[in-house]
């Protein structure tokens, strides 16, 4: 079972990055998956939740609006579009499948 993150980096504050997450060893469709953050010093927290065939989705409150998730079950890959970026949102970002498996986590970094 591995989940392996790409897409953070660094970007300026409004801008935009796609976060990807490509699943293995596990039937992928059969599992919600989810994004989750940490900044320094703070807990993780989840960003979004989204259910195996993609029909049930929910966000935390601080990126309604702002970031989507969406899945491709052909591709056992969960992106996150995260737009309009803050400061705030500065974080590693992780992605987990309910079978208890997580993502080695990629960094992200809104500055100007």
């Known amino acids: 079972v591995q989940l392996v993150e790409s897409g953070g980096g660094l970007v300026q504050p409004g801008g935009s990055l796609r976060l990807s997450c490509v699943a293995s060893?596990?039937?992928?469709?059969?599992?919600?998956m989810s994004w989750y953050r940490q900044a320094p010093g703070k807990e993780r927290e989840r960003v979004a939740r989204?259910?195996?065939?993609?029909?049930?989705?929910n966000y935390f409150d601080s990126v309604k609006g702002r970031f989507t998730i969406s899945r491709d079950n052909a591709k056992n890959t969960v992106y996150l579009q995260m737009n309009s970026l803050k400061p705030e949102d500065t974080a590693v970002y992780y992605c987990y499948a309910t079978n208890g498996a997580w993502g080695q986590g990629t960094q992200v970094t809104v500055s100007s």
């Open positions: 989204i259910s195996g065939d993609g029909t049930r989705i």
């Open positions: 060893g596990f039937t992928f469709s059969s599992y919600s």
